[in-house]
């Protein structure tokens, strides 16, 4: 019987899909080499993220926990959910007992409830993406950094600086991007625009632009865009972002560092639109 490895992803902050994407796509490819090692990937995710239609198209079991969206619309009490949040966590590491434990963005978790919940795991990774040059710096998101095991920078090496404290630079390794598709798993042109029902004059735009910063700038365009192109049609879909991405002829994306996941490497040209760098946990 084949080895057994318990995997648990953390993505919990937010509502979109910038975090769970890039997770989604560091998860497949551990159940890829899962495979060809003959182990049995056993891949949870812990996610806040509204989109976890994403997870089931993608055969991922997962836990939810309601967003701060979600509570903050629901009137429920800051700290109440708060109190909750951190416990579901804690209950939910402490169960699982994972073999790898794989963090994204916030060190700390998004209640700055994991330092005392590492322990509980086996292994611990943490992809390290872009973040406010001041919120890198401080005392607590820099003491938590030699905590993991290896921290993973998804950017090329020298294409930014991530700040680093002594004890974690031996275990940073650059990745380059993370992308949430191959190219060879991505459909061809005209397949793709069939799939979508777009006719052969039509003009398609492919814009992510995540669930929280960029809510503003993407409730914008639709609003313009629908006037100025009467045969404009907006389509909202959370799962498996980026497979019909060849049948747009460009695509725009938000915060580089959140949505860009969702872009797979693909040959229609890109607009990034920046916003603020990611700063604070759900706890601010």
């Known amino acids: 019987m084949s080895r057994s490895v ?38 949870y995710f812990l996610t806040s993220s509204e989109a976890e239609g994403l997870l089931f198209h993608e055969r991922f079991a997962s836990f939810k926990l309601p967003s701060k969206t979600v509570v903050t619309d629901a009137g429920i009490d800051k700290l109440t959910y708060l109190g909750l949040a951190k416990q579901w966590v804690w209950h939910s590491i402490g169960l699982l007992r994972p073999d790898l434990f794989v963090v994204d963005t916030f060190p700390r978790g998004a209640f700055g409830e994991l330092l005392s919940a590492l322990d509980l795991c086996r292994k611990k990774a943490f992809i390290y993406r872009p973040v406010n040059d001041e919120f890198a710096q401080r005392a607590d998101f820099q003491a938590m950094l030699p905590l993991y095991d290896l921290l993973l920078v998804p950017e090329d090496e020298g294409a ?61 365009f639709a609003a313009r865009a629908r006037p100025s192109r009467p045969r404009c049609r907006a ?20 915060s580089a560092g959140s949505t860009s996941p969702a872009r797979p490497s693909c040959s229609a040209p890109s607009i990034s639109r920046s916003a603020r760098p990611a700063t604070t946990p759900i706890t601010s």
């Open 160 to 220: 930014g600086k991530a700040v680093l404290p002594e004890g974690a630079r031996g275990k940073t390794r650059h990745t380059g991007p993370i992308m949430a598709r191959e190219r060879v798993e991505l459909l061809p042109r005209a397949a793709a625009r069939e799939r979508l029902g777009i006719g052969a004059d039509q003009l398609a735009v492919w814009i992510s632009a995540g669930g929280g910063a960029m809510r503003g700038p993407r409730s914008r």
């Open 6 to 43: 318990r995997i648990v992803l953390y993505a919990v902050n937010g509502s979109g899909l910038g975090h769970l994407t890039r997770l989604v796509a560091v998860a497949r490819w551990i159940r890829r080499y899962a495979l060809h090692a003959g182990a049995r990937a056993e891949i």
């Open 235 to 254: 389509r909202r879909s959370w799962s498996r972002p980026g497979l019909f991405i060849e049948a747009h002829a460009c695509t725009a994306t938000g």
